[in-house]
């Protein structure tokens, strides 16, 4: 079914509330806020949303009733479809990557094509192990499994016939699985310090070693992975702040935080971190820009969602949109990202040539004159990305930079880290964006 619950939010007011690292201001640019339920459906209670392209996930039940899945085709506008539903188990903690959705009923964990209907059965030892706080990406299923002891992280390729496998054990409690490919992360509460969580990040199918994200006598918890960010919850100084590690640059930096208020439920893509926090009233949730925050520091990192003086929470969020629940209902928010085009390189360029990265930046199709962008390049050493050239764009948003002599196969990228300018109307700011990949490849 379609519904007609839509708000559209503007706000270019300077911040109401001031958060310590970073500090926090109102969001400006669109925010298209659409409800996601019909009103012929009242009196049912909604929970946990997720959200994977144009694909939306959620728990609904009745009053005194059971937990069922529900899912929306954000792209057609179709829904909410129930999906998964049992007369004696509540469905759980779905997760979404997709057209699959993943979720716990009962003890055991499943898998739905929302797209063809076909349902698989990840885990099936029923009440002798309960498995719990499935996540999903791509082929890959984890999930937390009490053993009777402690609790293991699990994996298994579900378009596979091969069995689960062992992800993080040993003495202690492993859980928390958050995955983005093959990366996992995950909170390992053996290390340093018992009760002490510690974040870690196991490569599915490589020999090494767990990553070690965190090392330190301090408690962390939430972890959420994307491409390239880790972020997580850290207790310091009596409340929980957010942190987050960046392997673009294989740093550790310190994120949202407020001295009297527990940061909650930090939800990464890209270079963002959903996350909310209670104002003193209520909950509100707000995006941080990790791009931003590194060009700018600590002035007006964060962009507010469309709060409200209920509570906004359970935010997920994937590529450029959120889903939420407000004041008990599910939402769905499309950001006002800008754009980076990049245009087209050769397959091969002759050996010492080079290759023209050139293309526009603009921001809901508007230029972006006379703003500041980056080149940045990929070093296969060290598996960072690095800045090389700062550019100026024209007064029609293009960009033009041809780089150095190519002796072996190089991947370049431009970036813009979200500029502030402050004039006399208020102030205008955006999220960062980074353009597509191109590759200079000698012959």
Known sequence: ????????????????????????????GWVLNRGLI???MG????????????????????????????????????????????????????AISGDNVVYQMGFDIYVKNVSTGALKTITSDGLTTLEVAPAISGKYVVWSAYNGVDSDVWGKDFTSTKPKFLI??????????????????????????????????????STAAPKMITNNLIDQNSPSIGDHLVAWRAQVGGVWVIRYYNYDTALTYDG?????????????????????????????????DVRAHRSSGSLMTSFAM??????????TIGGNSAVYLSNGFPYWAKFAVPSVSIGSVPTRVPHHGHIHLKGYLTDQGVPLAYTTAYVEKYSS??????????????????????????HSKTKYRVAYDGSITLFA?????????VSSVRTGWPR
């Open 1 to 28: 079914m379609k519904h007609g619950r839509i708000r559209l939010v503007l706000a270019i007011a300077v911040l109401a509330i001031a958060l310590v690292v970073p500090t926090v201001a109102a969001a400006d």
């Open 43 to 94: 009196g049912t209670e909604w929970a946990q949303p997720q959200v994977s392209g144009h694909w939306a996930a959620y728990l609904a039940r009745p009053t005194a009733g059971l937990w069922s899945l529900y899912v929306y085709d954000l792209g057609r506008d179709v829904g909410p479809v129930q999906i998964a539903h049992d007369a004696v188990w509540n469905v759980d903690t779905p």
């Open 306 to 315: 469309p709060n409200t003086s209920s509570d906004e929470i359970w935010g």
């Open 425 to 433: 109307s208020g102030i205008s700011r955006h999220f960062s964006a």
């Open 168 to 205: 993080a054990g040993g003495a202690g409690n492993q859980g928390e699985p958050a995955i983005y490919g093959t990366r996992v992360a995950y909170r390992d509460a053996t290390t340093i310090l018992p009760g002490a969580g510690q974040i870690k990040v196991k490569t599915i199918g």
């Open 256 to 288: 949202p935080s407020d001295p009297a208020q527990d940061m909650q439920n930090p939800q990464v893509a890209g270079d963002r971190i959903l996350f909310d926090y209670s104002n003193g009233s209520d909950k509100d949730m707000w995006v941080f």
């Open 38 to 40: 019909g009103f012929s």
């Open 381 to 406: 050493t060290t598996g960072k990305w690095n800045k090389v050239k700062t550019l100026t764009t024209s007064r029609t948003g293009y960009y033009s930079y041809t780089t150095p002599t190519l």
